[in-house]
């Protein structure tokens, strides 16, 4: 069990170093970054390898059409390079309409695909040139320089078969915007079934959960951020389709109904949903619901700042967390939360 953290690359870049530096001193295993339209993740990760000494830095995560397989190995392992062998990549298919307007590509079959550009980048770590795949294929080979060749690998999914994907090919899964209820009813058993049945231990396989978190009085105020982060996703084929099978359809059919109202649409979002998501409030509320996603089968929640709260608070209410839920697995005495 351990607590990772997501650091947006947005805004001043003294607060990103900051948040990284407190991060790493907590003791998070884990600073990611998303790939959004701000700051690269990768430029932001390398940036941060010299304020850190402990966590890892993980792209969280970027989409494998926007670089090449050969650019996205050749970047990953220089970032690993950059911070002693700390990086893990994680990689995700993105969405058709983010791919085609930003960078002009069209995804195909993403499941197809996603399998073939994780075997080429490995085989370019390994210094094997990897040509006979149908979308994929590269002849690169790194000069003078040998990348470590077991960079960990996490695949971002919502739908059961990139769920079951990830835990056939990959060292762990990132998911965002996933309830709890819907990782314990349906990622986990998923990644079970595919573990169990190739011999493989599921309990020796990540579960990264993004956990939109707020040690906050403002409670509000937080819901109110959450709304506007995630009415973007409401639009997005593949959340809408996570939703529905989280049991969120009526969400979802409120957020249609809205049309036009932005309002509305945010107001659709229910209550219901962010408090099964996020976990907002003091810091014993913080730590109830972490607790509720480790019972989910989350072995790495990844904290995320809501907007409009200070992130700072929420850094140390859910390292103290942490640290009680491991003081509590050694002694095997519950500890009274403060």
């Known amino acids: 069990m351990t607590h990772s953290v997501l650091l947006p690359t947005t805004g001043s870049w003294d607060d990103i170093v900051a948040h990284a530096e407190l991060a790493d001193r907590l003791g998070y295993e884990s600073i990611n970054c998303s790939h959004i339209s701000a700051r690269d993740s990768f430029t932001t990760l390398a940036g941060l390898a010299g304020v850190t000494e ?10 494998i059409y926007h670089r090449s397989p050969a650019s996205m190995a050749q970047t990953a392992a220089t970032v ?15 969405h058709r309409i983010t791919m085609s307007q930003w960078h002009g590509a069209q995804i195909g ?3 197809a695909e996603m399998r073939e550009n994780v075997s080429v980048v490995r085989s370019l770590w390994s210094g094997r040139s990897a040509t006979d795949g149908a979308r994929w ?19 971002a999914a919502l739908s059961r078969g990139m769920i079951r994907l990830a835990a056939e090919i990959a060292d762990g899964i990132v998911l965002w915007a996933c309830p709890s209820s819907y ?6 058993p998923e990644i ?7 011999g493989r231990d599921p309990t020796l396989f990540d579960v990264l959960a993004a956990v939109p978190a707020a ?13 506007e982060e995630l009415h973007r996703y409401f639009g997005l084929p593949f959340y809408r389709a996570m939703f529905l099978a989280a049991g969120y359809g009526a969400d979802v059919a409120a957020y249609d109904a809205a049309a036009g109202d932005r309002d509305a649409r945010l107001a659709a979002i229910s209550e219901r949903f962010v408090f099964d998501l996020c976990a907002i409030g003091d810091p014993p509320t913080v730590s109830n619901v972490l ?3 480790r019972q989910a089968g989350v072995g790495n929640p990844m904290i995320t700042r809501i907007r409009g709260t200070d992130f700072v608070p929420t850094l140390h209410a859910a390292a103290d967390a942490h640290r009680l839920m491991e003081a509590e697995a050694t002694t095997g005495k519950v500890v009274q939360k403060p």
């Open 80 to 94: 690993d390079d950059l911070c002693g062998g700390r990086f893990r990549l994680g990689l995700g298919s993105g």
């Open 54 to 63: 402990h966590a890892r830095l993980a792209t969280a995560v970027a989409p």
């Open 109 to 111: 079959r993403p499941q």
């Open 183 to 188: 990782i314990r009813d349906v990622v986990v």
């Open 291 to 293: 607790d509720r996603y």
């Open 192 to 198: 079970a079934a595919v573990r169990e049945a190739a």
């Open 137 to 155: 294929r590269s002849q690169f080979g790194f000069v003078d320089f040998a990348p470590r060749d077991d960079i960990p690998i996490y695949l």
């Open 215 to 227: 040690a906050t009085d403002d409670v509000p105020g937080a819901v109110a951020g959450v709304r």
